[in-house]
């Protein structure tokens, strides 16, 4: 094995020995999944993105998490671990600065999570294009921008894993959702195509593809007990984390169990 991908190999695999059992050697040397490991969550005030950030915190990771809204990021500050900062994913500009925030915080990092993401939901007719620009600009040309500085990064330390909060709108189109499935189509040709060029480099890339959550991101986020949770999400993101290195999951559907029935 070479020196990066030992050193990756340390960075991420689990080693074959039996986690539930108190006292085994895996908890004699490392109590938590992700202690030592540095991760950015996009959209981490709130909805999908703040139970990530929430889960990868509880796992032991350090977690650098953005949103537009300073206030947001305020209010979602949650102990020395954690450090946000208020950032536009979809202008190039903010996202050097926040990647820059990073290194200066935490000094490089392992995992990035491409979570932010906006659905502007009209037809085609009644679409503007600056619905059409706000939607490609974050969901599609926000994960490029962030990818090439986590790509930069994981460089310099042996490898890394991205994961991509796509939906199952990257392959269902719907009515009234032209600008948001072609965002997400094009995250899903997008990813595919990055995890074949850097696969070799020990970088690992997946996409999860929820169905309905939880979360504001709805146009009527009430009475949704029947939609997935966001920490669902959440814990798929750590089964990831969690698979070997010889294993890349690429893809995850998740579906609600018992959306209403279609009258
Ligand atoms: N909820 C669903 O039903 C569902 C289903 C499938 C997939 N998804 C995907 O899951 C992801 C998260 O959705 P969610 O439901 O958690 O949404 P949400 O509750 O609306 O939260 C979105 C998060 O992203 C941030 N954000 C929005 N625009 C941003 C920008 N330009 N730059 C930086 N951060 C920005 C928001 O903070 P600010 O507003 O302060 O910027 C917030 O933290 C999205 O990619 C979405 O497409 C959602």
């Known amino acids: 094995m070479g020196r990066a991908l030992r050193a990756y190999a340390s960075i991420f695999s689990q080693p074959d020995l039996p986690r539930d059992q ?29 139970a990530i950030v929430d889960r990868l915190l509880a796992e032991g990771a350090s977690v650098a998490f953005c949103g537009r809204s300073a206030e947001g990021v305020q209010k979602a500050a949650t102990g020395s ?32 999570i491409n979570n932010a993401g906006i659905g502007i939901f009209r037809s085609v007719a009644e679409l503007t ?12 040309s926000g994960v490029f921008y962030c990818s090439k500085e986590a790509l930069a990064r994981f460089k310099r330390r042996g490898g890394g894993y991205i994961i991509n909060i796509s ?24 990813s595919e195509a990055m995890m074949l060029d850097h696969r070799y480099d020990n970088v690992r ?8 959550v939880n979360t504001e991101f709805a146009a009527n986020p009430s009475d949704a007990d029947w939609k ?10 750590i089964d990831l984390l969690r698979m070997p290195p010889r294993t890349l999951v690429s893809r995850v559907e998740m579906r609600p169990a018992k959306p209403p029935r279609k009258s």
Request: charged share 25%; glycine share 12%; aromatic share 10%.
């Open 167 to 190: 939906s199952l709108a990257a392959k269902n189109a719907f009515a009234g959702a032209a600008a948001y499935n072609a965002s997400k189509f094009g995250l899903a040709g997008f």
């Open 81 to 112: 671990q954690a450090y946000g900062e208020a950032a536009d994913i979809s202008k190039p500009e903010d996202v050097r600065r926040f990647f820059q925030s990073v290194d200066t915080k935490f000094g490089g990092m392992d995992i990035l």
């Open 228 to 237: 997935i949770a966001p920490e669902d999400v959440a814990q798929v993101v």
């Open 205 to 212: 890339v997946s996409d999860i593809m929820p169905g309905s």
């Open 129 to 140: 294009p600056e619905d059409w620009r706000r939607t490609l600009d974050l969901n599609l």
């Open 22 to 50: 108190p006292g085994c050697g895996y908890y004699r040397k490392m109590d938590k999944l992700l202690s030592g490991k540095i991760a950015v969550v996009t959209g981490g005030t709130r909805g999908i993105g703040r």
